[in-house]
């Protein structure tokens, strides 16, 4: 079957642009369009594209990659595989706040466990997820290279160290979310 045979074919229902997505919104698509034409459809632009376009957009939605994919003129799996490879790369939306809460074994001895808890209380979401008003997202890693201030929390690339569930609390405040709400 030739490729040209292939376009015939339905999409995959991940690959179906969901309501919102910026495939969808003419402004948007015109602003991947613009990343796509600034970086030329060169060998090796396809990381770059990705960077800018989840840069703008934030995230890389499988619609997205695809029409990336299609723009560049280069197999989906090649543009899927940069994304999922690449811990950077996103195909959820995240929300206006990204809160990681380390739980390496500094971090984890010191009570990493119980400031995860309480974050995934107050946003009621778990690790992983965003809030439904996408104002924070809630992602946990393995280490976060200040073990001597375990357990910690980096709020929008903010390190707070010491963490315990008063500042826990007080931090949820300050990326605005109330967190007397419970």
């Known amino acids: 079957m030739r490729s040209k045979d292939l376009r015939s074919i339905p999409l995959a229902p991940a690959l179906v642009p969901v309501q919102d997505d910026p495939v969808l919104v003419d402004e948007q698509r015109a602003r991947i369009d613009a990343i796509i034409d600034d970086y030329g459809k060169r060998p090796g632009s396809t990381m770059l594209i990705l960077n800018q376009v989840q840069a703008e957009m934030g995230h890389l939605s499988k619609p997205m990659q695809n029409y990336i994919a299609e723009k560049l003129n280069v197999p989906l799996k090649d543009v899927y595989g940069v994304v999922t490879f690449y811990s950077f790369f996103t195909m959820k939306p995240r929300g206006k706040h990204v809160v990681r809460v380390c739980m390496g074994t500094a971090c984890h001895v010191r009570g990493a466990a119980k400031i995860l808890d309480r974050f ?30 375990g357990p910690v929390v980096v709020a929008d690339n903010a390190y707070s160290g010491q963490m315990d569930i008063a500042k826990t609390d007080r931090l949820l405040k300050n990326l605005g979310h109330a967190a007397e709400k419970k």
């Open 120 to 149: 995934t209380e107050k946003l009621e979401i778990k690790a992983g997820e965003t809030t439904p008003d996408r104002q924070i997202t809630l992602e946990t890693v393995n280490c976060l290279g200040a073990c001597a201030l």
